[in-house]
Structure formats: structure tokens, C-alpha cells
């Protein structure tokens, strides 16, 4: 018999949300709005996160703001969320409109100052870290290069 423990049901399930949030959007092509948070430390690394899901390629935190969210609170609430670390300085870059899987994605690109040592939650987040901006992992997201040149750094 198959027996897996909280962390992997969890995982799985993100990764079925996921494909059906995918399935969803190529059907009815809403318009969604998200943030992506570029935290950088005292040394100028970058923070990077890597989800159970979407390929499990390394991006920056982030994720969907609700209806009547601020986008700068809802920046702060995913990187807590994310890594465990408070985002500090936080200033929005503005708005950005790109195609995501069908959807409309405005997203909201957001940089800030953090400390301390990042950490997953196992679930949704399996790993996390500080990354020298000329040390970035070669498995990560176009959309971080994508943030990176909006964010000119």
C-alpha cells in the first residue's frame, strides 16, 4: 500500500491545483493579478524560491492578490508566506501585463529588503535561498530575468 506523509499529499495536491488552474485559464482566459517580490539582502543576493509545482524551476516569491488586496500587502503576505521572512523597504515597480498560460497576468513586480535565513514550508515551497545576482541557478524561471531587467539590477 501507498503511504505518504502530510508534506507529500500536500505537494501532490499543489500540483493538481496547479494543471487545473492551468486547464482553467486556456478555457476562459480571465484576467489575474499576482506579485512577484524581488528581496534582496545585505550582501545584494537575491531571494529565490523553488515550488512543488510548475516544473519546480527557482523564482522569486510571489503569488495571486486577492480582489480588494493592496498589491504591497499582498507582497509582504506571500514572501512571509514563502520564506518565513519579513519583507522591509517594500516599493512597488508597477504593473506588467503578460500572457500566462491563456490568462491575462497583470502582474505586480515588487522590491524590497529581507534578513535572515530563508525557509519552504515543504509544501507549497521545497527550497528556498539567497543567490549572488551573478550566481543565479541555471533552473529558474524566464520571469526572473524578466523582473531582474524591470527592476534594473
Sequence with gaps: MLRLSQRAL???????AHHLRLWY??????????????????????????PSYDGSLWQFPGGGIGRDEDP?????????????????AARSLGAHQRDLHGATNVLHVVIGEAEGEPHGDG??????????????PDERKASVGDCIRIARI
Design 123 to 136: 509544501r507549497e515551497i521545497v527550497a528556498a535561498g539567497w543567490f549572488a545576482r551573478i550566481a543565479l
Design 25 to 50: 485559464w486556456r478555457l476562459r482566459k480571465p484576467t489575474v493579478h499576482g506579485c512577484a517580490v524581488i528581496a534582496r539582502n545585505r550582501a545584494g543576493e537575491l531571494l529565490l524560491v523553488r
Design 72 to 88: 504591497l500587502e499582498a507582497a509582504r503576505r506571500e514572501f512571509a508566506e514563502e520564506t518565513g521572512l519579513a519583507l522591509h
Design 10 to 16: 500536500a505537494r501532490l495536491a499543489y500540483r493538481i
